[in-house]
């Protein structure tokens, strides 16, 4: 049998320690191509590069792996490799994005360069996870991750229900050992922002974002509840933003039933 | 009664045809402020700025409607005009983002700036609606959008379901009259991209972008249908992207139910 290929993207650039890290455990699962951006695109939620072109330039920086380094959002990374650099070729089984410097549970999702590749792939019926681990830090710790990034990833190439993406949040390594996978909601949440404003050597206001995670959700059915618990969070994810239950409402009130 | 502070924002821009024409709609309805890009900032997505500093300048470009252009995309500006410009003061009861140039129905509310900066809104559980006109010219001709943006407006005013933004798409202008409203579901369609390459001065390849629209879906309850037939479509879209079906298939799969 064929070894699955993989497409690794992710959000953090090309030359982050997480991406090396999703990298070389999924060398152990299946043939990897790499398609990622050349800089970091943290924040950069399913935008895409329309009003500007995209360049891309073959990368030698992984030992043996095809790899290239895109101008680009994560988003175009995964839509270049299926329609140019994969165009004429065998489309990849799975798409991976990560290892994300950073928590991207519950309302985190919609800002996420590295779900939107993920979800970019779902689009396309590819299977795809992205992959974060709770510590922002340039330098973090990923040695926890291994076994359980391995083992969903294997979980996922045995099928999983098409269209959909999985969120995937590791909490940050402690004493603990992690307890499991959680398979939950989004939970209810959001950020709340501060913007400090400082003055530039012109006397110019400028304003830096800053904020605070506000979770206004006590399920534990939720990603939130799994990562203070030290379980895996694994979030399905779907690209149709429809508020189904809000239609019979709003025709009502609008008086369109 | 007060009139109810509307803010505005879009993604074309602050200086782009279809801002101006929604400000001049909106100050009919109430008290206007806006808070929008100092450049385009089409397909951004729900990008927010994470690694770089904003900017904000008044402005005086819109004749007796306090203005301010911010660096940073549609989210950003929702998040400063609340938690920077009107921090201590009175909150939107409405955000309107648009009129677009542009369709931003089906698949593409992902891709959209106009749409985040509505989802943005309803995160705070502002009312909030995204118009965009299905003509991506920069001369577009937005006259025949005034009833139904004003109709749309007044409704959403009178209370909708919390939580929730409209993403309003309105058929281009034609020899027709628009036919009426249609509360749908998102269509289900994706674009089929095709990365054109063309050679610099130097001979080093670059990438442009172009795509064509596939709708796979043959239901009359979408948005697509709605604006092939001459209807203003109005989707309820939440923030939720949880695949909540998927939830116990993934459970009963993996083996944790």
């Known amino acids: 049998m064929n070894k699955p290929l ?6 953090d650039g090309i030359t982050s320690k997480g991406i090396l890290h999703l990298i070389t455990l999924m060398k152990e699962i299946g043939e990897v191509i790499v398609v990622a951006p050349d800089r970091p695109q943290s924040g950069m939620g399913h935008a895409i590069t329309v009003n500007n072109f995209l360049r891309v330039t073959k990368s030698a920086i992984f030992e043996g792996v095809r790899a290239y380094e895109c101008s680009g959002t994560p988003a175009d990374c995964v839509k270049i490799a299926r329609h140019s650099i994969l165009k004429n070729d065998r489309q990849p089984d799975l798409v ?3 290892v994300n410097h950073g928590s991207n549970s519950s309302i985190s999702i919609l800002y ?3 779900m939107s590749a993920a979800i970019e792939a779902a689009i396309e019926s590819t299977p795809a996870i992205g992959f974060s681990l709770c510590d922002f830090s340039h330098d973090a710790d990923f040695s926890h991750t291994d076994e359980m990034v391995k083992k969903i990833t294997n979980l996922v190439l045995k099928g ?9 949040n590791i909490p940050k390594k402690n004493e603990e050992e992690l307890k499991g996978i959680r398979i939950c909601r989004q939970a209810n949440s959001k950020w709340a922002e501060i913007f400090e404003e400082r003055k530039d050597p012109a006397d110019r206001p400028y304003y830096w974002m800053t904020g605070s995670f506000v979770n206004f959700d006590n399920g534990e059915d939720n990603d939130e509840w799994a990562i203070a618990n030290n379980y895996v969070s694994v979030v399905p994810c779907q690209y149709d933003l429809t508020a189904h239950s809000a239609i019979p409402v709003l025709k009502k009130g609008w008086g369109l039933d």
């Open 112 to 114: 996420s360069g590295t």
């Open 6 to 11: 993989i497409l690794v993207t992710n959000d």
């Open 160 to 168: 999983m229900p098409s269209g959909i993406a999985l969120n995937v």
């Open 96 to 98: 991976v994005s990560g």
